[in-house]
């Protein structure tokens, strides 16, 4: 998109800053789901270590770019667009944040799930994760492109998540059902898939507010097709 | 020692400094070195024939003798005439060249007329005045006469200073004024007049001064040669001051035996004169008071 | 919707001889709000605003076209009289322009011209309009000292008071803070939100968080066109027109 430079080259530098921080911060997050979802699937005690441990650096981040933006509301009083850049930036940031701490979830889930013999094999919960991801992904592309097309797609594919999870749930309450000792298991995995879904609500949340930086609408609390 | 042409030039600029301010200097002292030398040749030789007698009485012994009176009654009533009627006239005009003509050819031609009008010699006003207001309005060789002339003369002084001090006040009180909703016409008498009052009145202490001092204008308008009674009413002829002294150092019949005399009357017009501008410049100072902006 | 509408612009052109200030303006102000006009120098905003009181009639060789409405009444209509237009419409200067005079005679010099004579009566007059614009306290005791002695905000605080002490129905302000620091800048802000109760407000102002934080309405001009007017709140987080955009946000020029 073509886009006028501001009379000051630092500010706008500063705001270029924060959507690179921001940019990295979500390609951090992106590798922390698939490198969790792996150690699921690879049974990988140490790859889950590893994650747990590598969510310090975007804890890290987080907190960097929060006060970069309390420093350009502080110092630039920005407006209109750049107003709606920067709270989006705080809330993207925030949404980050949090599905970092859920992978951080996930991969202490996969680390007690290690300890017992697969349940079953996994079908679902790795298109639920690659799907979150995906979303995780697109909503920053959006973010970059201005893509409200894209914003209002990753805002769709919340409800595939929701009906997986729900999918997921039915098959493991028979598995349960069926035989008490699973029952462990069993839970443990739908946390994982209930974390998952809640990974894809943030993933949701970002693209809403993307939407409201392009448009200055604000879409939160609103189901996806009511618009176009 | 390194090469820094800083200091070089720094150093030229001092002295060039130091010329400008050594001419400047010495143009203020030759100024008051010849303003002491006037003054002070005046004092030396007319200050031995100041005496009461010479502030009260008329000439007396075909004006070889006797004080100078008259004539300072007659200068008095001539100067204050003059500003009587030129401050008056020249202010209005100042105000409606400034505040309401519409600036265009006109008020320029206007303008360039009255600054000629400052530049003509004195005699011209003085022959002015005879044909005009002694000859064709018949005023006669009177004080009225006189007073008219020297207000001629003054005027354009008196409007340009005028239009100065009503252009140098603030727009924003005009302004300030209209936005209330006051009238143009208000906001002149109140605001604008008042305010200028201090610049116009320097104006008219110029006037004042040269009103004083001329001799010419008054010389075929209004001066007496001698005359020993007061005047009593402004259709008489009055001495003068400036005109005593001329008749006295060209005119009289014992030129250097009245020359104390003629000192004499040069000062009390030049102290005449100071006092005036004094009391002038005293009632500015008192207008002044709070009024900066 | 009529009635909220104190003073409505209609397809208005301004020029100064031959060059155009204002391109078919067309807006309304709404009664007891606060209406911020802003836009680069020389957008046509102030020209606007010496418009609505006829303070542009001063000028020579101006020419408006279109029509202004004040309450219903075209104020460029042939019987109507500048005069009165402007003292029901006052008006605030950038620059703090009380009258070499002491305090109190400032506040009166208008209303003594329009009549009111009962010493009683002005002395009201004076204690109202300095509480209005928050400047009695501080000058209570010193009414008679010359304006000239106060400070740039207490200034125009009296510059404020002597614009309400004609009872105008709406008050512009040029810029009124551009000379200020920010404390008395503050203190005038605070004033406006108070005054809007009262009386209805138009402010030109450079300063565009100002412009956020006093407003209710805003309108931007460019080269002498109205080119947006909304809410301030939508003006500020979400306008509609990229100029408006650019402006706002520090990306023009």
Not at chain 2, 239 to 263: C, D, N, S, W
Not at chain 2, 265 to 288: D, P, Q, S
């Amino acid at each position: 998109m073509e886009e006028r430079r501001h009379t000051s080259r630092a500010y706008e530098r500063e705001l270029q800053e924060v959507k690179e921080n921001l940019l990295y911060l979500g390609a951090l997050t992106e590798k922390a789901i698939s490198r969790g979802i792996q150690a699921l699937l690879e049974r990988n005690s140490e790859l889950a270590r590893e994650i747990i441990e590598g969510d310090g650096a975007i804890d890290r981040l987080d907190r960097e770019i929060e006060e970069r933006c309390i420093r350009l509301l502080a110092l630039r009083q920005p407006a209109a667009r750049d107003l709606r850049f920067i709270t989006t930036a705080i809330k993207i940031n925030g949404h980050l944040e949090r599905i970092g701490d859920m992978v951080v979830k996930i991969c202490e889930k996969v680390l007690l799930l290690n300890e017992e013999p697969q349940l079953k094999p996994y079908i679902d919960l790795p298109r639920m994760a690659e799907i979150a991801r995906g979303m995780v992904k697109e909503s920053l592309d959006a973010l970059v492109g201005e893509d409200l097309a894209l914003a209002n797609k990753v805002r769709g594919d919340d409800e595939i998540v929701d009906r997986l999870n729900e999918q997921i749930f039915r098959e493991l309450l028979t598995f349960m059902m069926e035989d008490p000792r699973t029952i462990h298991r069993a839970l443990l995995i739908m946390q994982i898939s209930k974390t998952l879904e809640r990974i894809s609500d943030h993933a949701k949340g970002m693209a809403d507010m993307i939407v409201y930086m392009i448009t200055g609408r604000n879409v939160r609390h609103e189901t996806a097709d009511t618009e176009t | 020692m390194t090469a820094d042409p800083f200091r070089i030039t720094l150093r030229r600029r001092y002295r060039s400094e130091r010329i400008f301010f050594l001419t400047l200097r010495l143009a203020v002292l030759l100024i008051g070195l010849v303003m002491l030398a006037i003054f002070g040749y005046i004092f030396a030789n007319g200050y031995r024939a100041i005496s009461w007698e010479f502030l009260t009485t008329p000439p007396s012994d075909s004006m070889t003798k006797g004080g100078i009176m008259p004539a300072i009654v007659g200068t008095f009533y001539l100067t204050v005439g003059a500003v009587a009627f030129a401050l008056p006239i020249g202010v209005a005009c100042a105000v409606y060249l400034t505040e309401y003509a519409r600036q265009g050819t006109f008020v320029r031609l206007l303008r360039i007329g009255i600054n000629c009008l400052a530049g003509v010699p004195s005699v011209v006003f003085g022959l002015f005045g005879l044909g005009f207001f002694v000859v064709f309005l018949k005023f006669g060789s009177s004080i009225l006469s006189g007073a008219l002339t020297l207000g001629a003369l003054i005027l354009p002084t008196i409007i340009t200073a005028a239009e100065e001090a009503i252009k140098a006040v603030p727009q924003t009180f005009r302004e300030a004024s209209l936005a209330l909703g006051v009238s143009k016409w208000r906001t002149v008498s109140r605001i604008v007049l008042p305010t200028a009052l201090p610049g116009i009145l320097t104006g008219s202490i110029l006037g004042i001064g040269r009103a004083a001092g001329e001799t010419a204008p008054i010389m075929f308008t209004a001066a007496a040669f001698f005359t020993a009674r007061l005047p009593s009413s402004i259709f008489d002829e009055v001495m003068a001051l400036p005109y005593h002294v001329y008749v006295l150092a060209t005119a009289g019949t014992a030129i250097e035996e009245t020359r104390p005399l003629q000192y004499g009357t040069v000062l009390v017009l030049a102290a005449l004169v100071a006092g005036i501008n004094l009391f002038a410049v005293l009632i500015r100072g008192y207008m002044r008071r709070g009024k900066r902006w | 919707m009529e009635n909220t509408l104190i003073i409505t612009v209609e397809n208005c052109n301004f020029y100064y001889g031959t060059y155009r200030a204002l391109t078919d303006v067309t807006m309304g102000f709404e009664r007891n709000r606060v209406t911020a006009l802003i836009g680069p120098s020389g957008c046509g905003k102030s020209t606007l605003l010496r418009l609505l009181n006829r303070m542009n009639d001063l000028i020579d060789n101006t020419r408006v076209e279109g029509r202004i409405f004040f309450e219903g009444t075209d104020i460029y209509g042939k019987e109507v009289d500048p005069v009165e237009i402007r003292r029901r419409i006052g008006m605030v200067f950038q620059k703090p322009n009380p009258f070499p005079k002491s305090i109190y005679n400032n506040i009166t010099y208008g209303p003594r011209l329009m009549g009111v004579k009962k010493k009683s009566d002005l002395e009201a007059l004076v204690e109202e309009s300095l509480k209005q614009a928050v400047l009695w306290d501080e000058v209570k005791d010193i009414l008679g000292r010359s304006a000239m002695t106060l400070s740039g905000g207490q200034q125009q605080r009296l510059c404020i008071a002597r614009a309400l002490a004609m009872k105008p129905d709406v008050l512009l302000m040029d810029e009124p803070t551009s000379a200020l620091d920010p404390i008395s800048t503050a203190k005038i802000e605070e004033l406006i939100e108070a005054l809007k109760k009262e009386l209805t407000i138009i402010i030109v102002t450079h300063n565009m968080q100002q412009a956020a934080r006093i407003s209710d309405r805003t309108g931007f001009f460019y080269l002498g066109r109205l080119i947006e007017y909304d809410d301030t709140a939508k003006i500020f987080t979400n306008p509609q027109v990229k100029q408006t955009e650019d402006y706002i946000t520090g990306r023009f020029g």
